[in-house]
């Protein structure tokens, strides 16, 4: 049976205290789920919709991490904002997905078994649409200020140079929030806009680490950090017992394919892990 809906208001007792003192807080919430999460400690992923490889390697090895000492938010969309929030239901974290549509009827509807297990593990849904109203594609920009709101920080992780996970971070900045973006490959279009937001003064972060230094939070330690996704764990493994090997001889040894291994690698090396030596040879750093 699905959680019923609550509907908040701004004198409401649950009301995000947070929340509330941005410029133009939602003058009511309706929430399916668990509304104890809009007060605890938020921190907001987003990004494309249109993910690449590299783009589901750094949702599935930074969140974990940050799930361990933030509800994570994002926006359930397609790409970045559901490999966010699937990586914190499955290392057992919590999740609030901000909607740009009624909670009754989460969009997209590609995701409608990603909404129930948010519910199923004492996740949270909200909007500030109620049920009967019309859905406009500008929704989901309005809904933007409310995935900055409810964080102590947001993360992009790829995004174009005009993606609407760029209007999150101008949002967040405005508000005081601390911004993060994970850098990517130079000729992909995906990391114009995560480069764009360095530039412009945005914190660069290659693991959970970058952020919760910020907040002087316990750092995770590299051996912890690179375990928390399979197929980094699988190619330490694999470095530490046969030595430097090339991508080829890499995939050979795992069971994963070319372009996730490559993705993997290439955020291994931003973050330290690895080293690619001349001849596109990878070593696990000491």
Do not use: W
């Amino acid at each position: 049976m699905s959680p019923p809906v609550t509907v908040l208001t701004l004198k409401s007792k649950e009301y995000p205290k947070l929340l509330k003192h941005i410029s133009d807080p939602p003058a009511r919430l309706y929430c399916r789920g668990n509304i104890s999460l809009l007060n605890t400690e938020c921190f907001s992923v987003v990004g494309t919709r249109s993910m690449t490889p590299y783009g589901r390697e750094a949702a599935r090895s930074i969140v974990p991490g940050l799930a361990r000492h933030f509800t994570i938010v994002s926006g359930m969309a397609l790409g970045v904002d559901a490999a966010a929030q699937r990586a914190a239901l499955d290392c057992g974290g919590r999740t609030i997905a901000v909607l740009g549509t009624a909670v009754e009827k989460p969009s997209p509807q590609a995701n409608y078994l990603l909404a129930q297990d948010i519910l199923k593990h004492g996740g949270l849904l909200v909007s500030e649409f109620k049920s009967g109203e019309p859905v406009f594609a500008s929704n989901f920009a309005i809904r933007d200020r409310i995935l900055s709101g409810l964080s102590k920080g947001v993360l992009v992780i790829e995004a174009d140079e005009k993606s609407g996970s760029l209007i999150t971070a101008r949002l967040a900045a405005e508000q005081g929030r601390d911004v993060f973006a994970v850098p990517g490959n130079v000729f992909s279009s995906k990391s114009a806009g995560p480069h764009k937001l360095i530039r412009s003064g945005a914190k660069l972060a290659t693991s959970a680490n970058d952020v919760l230094e910020e907040y002087s939070l316990l750092p995770l330690d590299k051996a912890h950090v690179s375990t928390e996704d399979p197929v980094h764990a699988a190619i330490l493994d694999i470095l530490e017992t046969h030595g430097p090997l090339n991508i080829d001889a890499i995939v050979d040894h795992i069971e994963s394919d070319a372009a996730q291994v490559m993705a993997a690698l290439s955020l291994m090396e931003l973050q330290g892990l690895v080293n690619q030596m001349p001849g596109g040879i990878f070593r696990k750093n000491d």
